[in-house]
């Protein structure tokens, strides 16, 4: 595709069915626009008064004709929606089967990315071709969107919450990211690229920058310098529950209910211990930690979670709506 082409170029798995549900909407509101037009001025040619004397002709409508106008665009619409709901479905909801998982923070104006062996980058996100690529979005401030054209999809980092983007790239190539949601004075230079690599070349690629030690490893040294590690540990003198396998697995809280450990979860029970309280143990036991942690380091603390956790067989569905 040139330059000038009217579509970005098509680098994702989804990309093309996107594309093909704008031609679709594209064709039909150009052909409804002329239908409309058309008409308008066809009438208004065919039927303007001749003479003086003329007289029209009293009209008192036609059912017929006004269901046929009301259930057949209503049909179309219907198409249009059935149609963007599955695409939707498909390429926002992540696949089950193993993802590379990445994690991105939006912070006026940049995009810090973090991989789980420690490599870090801003504004650059590098990922192998033909692989499932989940990016956790997370914001240290205000609301961002994270959008890459060629992949045709945006999602918002959202403070206080964390977002899931998925894809598969499908072409090795650099291509522009951009911050989608207006976030400030510099908000339309909250831009970057992805480069999408030959997966041997990835590997090399992500060994060639972890001098500070895996995600994991460096959450672990938060989790002892914190004091984390005095209380949650294996056989703890039973104020506070042990940490071990609780990643991505079920917790009974207080109040009976049933919640998946995920990383809302583990992100909510850091900030706000009482929030959420497990069943057996007490309130305002564990120091709040809102407003003392950056959104990198919580990122770090619940991969070192992770990495205490036996992957569970059937991922857990997110608990977000
Ligand atoms: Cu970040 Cu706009």
Redesign the pocket.
């Known amino acids: 595709m040139g330059p000038y082409s009217i579509f970005p170029e098509r680098a994702s798995a989804g990309a093309g069915q996107v594309d093909t549900l704008y031609m679709f909407l594209l064709v039909v509101g150009i052909g409804m626009t002329a239908l409309i037009f058309g008409c308008v001025f066809f009438f208004a040619i065919k039927y303007r008064r001749k003479s003086d004397s003329e007289r029209p002709k009293r009209i008192d409508g036609s059912l017929p004709l006004e269901i046929a106008w009301s259930v057949g665009p209503f049909l179309v619409m219907l198409v249009m929606f059935g149609w963007g709901t599955k695409l939707y479905f498909e390429n926002y909801s992540p696949p089950h089967k193993d993802t590379l998982d990445i994690y991105v923070t939006?912070k006026?104006?940049m995009w810090k990315v973090q991989y789980p062996n420690g490599r870090r980058e801003i504004n650059e996100l590098h990922v192998p071709v033909g692989r499932a690529v989940k990016l956790i979005l997370a914001s240290e401030d205000?609301?961002?969107?994270f959008f890459v054209p060629a992949f045709r999809l945006k999602h918002d980092?959202v403070p206080g919450s964390y977002q899931t983007y998925w894809f598969e790239p499908t072409k090795p190539g650099r291509y522009h990211i951009f911050?989608?949601?207006?976030?400030?004075t510099n908000?339309?230079r909250?831009t970057g690229w992805v480069t999408v690599m030959d997966p041997t070349e990835y590997q090399t690629w992500l060994a060639g920058g972890s001098a500070g030690g895996s995600m994991a490893a460096q959450g672990e040294k938060l989790f002892q310098q914190y004091g984390c590690v005095s209380c949650h540990v294996t056989d703890a003198q039973g104020r506070c529950p042990s940490l071990r396998n609780v990643f991505g697995h079920p917790v009974v809280l207080e109040d009976g209910r049933t919640m998946i450990a995920d990383e809302a979860y583990v992100r909510e029970s850091i900030l706000n211990p009482n929030a959420k309280i497990v069943k057996g143990y007490h309130r305002d036991v564990m120091p709040v930690f809102q407003g003392q942690l950056g959104e990198e380091d919580l990122l770090k603390l619940i991969v070192y979670l992770k990495s205490l956790s036996t992957p569970v067989p059937a991922a857990p569905g997110r608990t977000s709506p």
């Open positions: 939006g006026q104006w205000a609301i961002h969107s980092a911050c989608a949601e207006y976030c400030g908000h339309s909250m």
